[in-house]
């Protein structure tokens, strides 16, 4: 199940996700209700974005180090490895992001604003949510979309808190989210 709750000051997402145990890559295969993947990006050691901060030049931004880049190539050879394949791949415009979502080198990577922190106010966060759930209830269901983000974006539509480099596969359908065991 998938809740929302509207606040006089806006509108929040808030996932209900009492079914928050997790299934594996090869159950995900197996369970066609899940046509999309929730990607957190890869690690990118710190908290937040320097002061300094701006989306259009990765050097201001907190990157991927060494570590989170072999933890998104690593990640994308175990998809290929068991036959996970994505239809579409969308990325928040954060560099974490699309560097994980390229060095899993499993297609070419389309950036999606819908899918920007809204952490540090960076983006509006009902604005980013809206137009992510626009996307959602458009997607053709028999396909399925990877969507490399942030924590802070999986967590408001899946109610699921996840680390670097962690899924969860969530239903367009009906809104039900499990995270996906690294196992």
């Known amino acids: 199940m998938f809740t929302f709750f509207i606040f006089a000051v806006g509108l929040s997402f808030v996932g209900n996700n009492s079914q928050a145990d997790e299934i594996s890559w090869e159950e995900f295969l197996d369970q066609p ?10 690690l990118a050691p710190g908290y937040g974005d320097p002061a300094e901060f701006d989306v259009n030049f990765c050097k201001t931004q907190r990157n991927l180090n060494n570590v989170g880049q072999d933890q998104a190539r690593s990640l994308g050879i175990k998809l290929k490895m068991i036959g996970v394949s994505f239809d579409e791949i969308y990325s928040s415009k954060w560099c974490r ?14 950036i999606f604003n819908g899918l920007n922190s809204f952490f540090e106010n960076h983006y509006d966060r009902e604005k980013t949510l809206k137009q992510l759930m626009r996307k959602l209830k458009g997607l053709d269901k028999n396909n399925r979309v990877l969507m490399v983000t942030h924590q802070v974006v999986i967590s408001a539509i899946t109610g699921i808190n996840v680390g670097s480099g962690v899924a ?3 239903s367009s359908r009906n809104g039900t989210a499990k995270k996906i065991s690294m196992q």
């Open 33 to 42: 209700i899940f046509n999309v993947v929730f990607l957190r990006h890869a």
């Open 97 to 110: 992001c699309i560097e994980t979502a390229n060095l899993m080198n499993l297609g070419d990577v389309i």
């Open 168 to 170: 969860v596969a969530y």
